[in-house]
């Protein structure tokens, strides 16, 4: 199985900076044959099913704020945040869709400062 | 507006069955991939189980092969799991989720809100 870990477990962020959430697989998750990372970042707010944001490690969803970007290849990967907004609070997960299992990081829990 | 609305949650007795369905409108069902994603309160995200869009590929997490089964009744705009044998740490919000792209899966992309079971 292909382990996802996110670092760090928790962060917390002043209004208006940058926060930066870190995703590391155990095994590559970059498809040669396309040039593709098989790479997605969700986030999710207390009682609320998750959101997706950025799918192929950096292209983001539709109507995901363009603060929200997503970086990385291989086996390193990074969401960041480039102004934080109040609304921002929520656990943040990557998952790879590489191979079955889907696998998930641990999530990372965003906070305001 | 797509949408997915999933039920038939509740309280089970370890050993026990239930099957969960998910109702799918919005879109096209029988051209997505779909999966099943569980989630405790509190807890991460763990994957279930995926079928392809015509019912005829099927994958499972280990911890669950054998004892779940995923299906699809495309007529029907409706994903179904009947989960048997079930164990307490089977307990978690169940969820519904949208492969992202037609006809292949690559990433998930809707959820439905999820149904609870609980297995006590």
């Known amino acids: 199985d292909i382990v996802m870990t996110q670092s760090p477990d928790s962060l917390a962020v002043s209004l208006g900076e940058r926060a930066t959430i870190n995703c590391k697989s155990s095994q590559n998750v970059l498809y040669s044959p396309n040039n593709k990372n098989y790479l997605a970042w969700y986030q999710q707010k207390p009682g609320q099913p998750p959101k997706l944001l950025i799918y192929w490690a950096s292209t983001r969803d539709s109507g995901v704020p363009d603060r929200f970007s997503g970086s990385g290849s291989g086996t390193d990967f990074t969401l960041s945040i480039s102004s934080l907004q109040a609304e921002d609070v929520a656990v943040y997960y990557c998952?790879?869709?590489?191979?079955?299992?889907?696998?998930f990081g641990q999530g990372t829990r965003l906070a305001i400062k | 507006e797509v949408q997915l609305v999933e039920s038939g949650g509740g309280l089970v007795q370890p050993g026990g069955s239930l099957r969960v369905s998910c109702a799918a409108s919005?879109?096209?069902?029988?051209?997505?991939?779909m999966h099943w994603v569980r989630q405790v309160p509190g807890k991460g995200l763990v994957w279930v189980s995926r079928i392809d869009s015509d019912g005829s590929r099927r994958n499972y997490a280990d911890s669950v092969k054998g004892r779940f089964t995923i299906s699809r009744d495309n007529a029907k705009n409706t994903l179904y799991l009947q989960m048997n044998s079930l164990r307490v740490e089977d307990t978690a919000v169940y969820y519904c989720a949208r492969a992202r792209e037609v006809l292949e899966d690559y990433g998930i992309d809707v959820w439905g809100h999820g149904t609870t079971v609980t297995v006590s």
């Open positions: 998952q790879q869709y590489y191979d079955t299992p889907i696998t």
């Open positions: 919005g879109f096209t069902f029988n051209k997505f991939w």
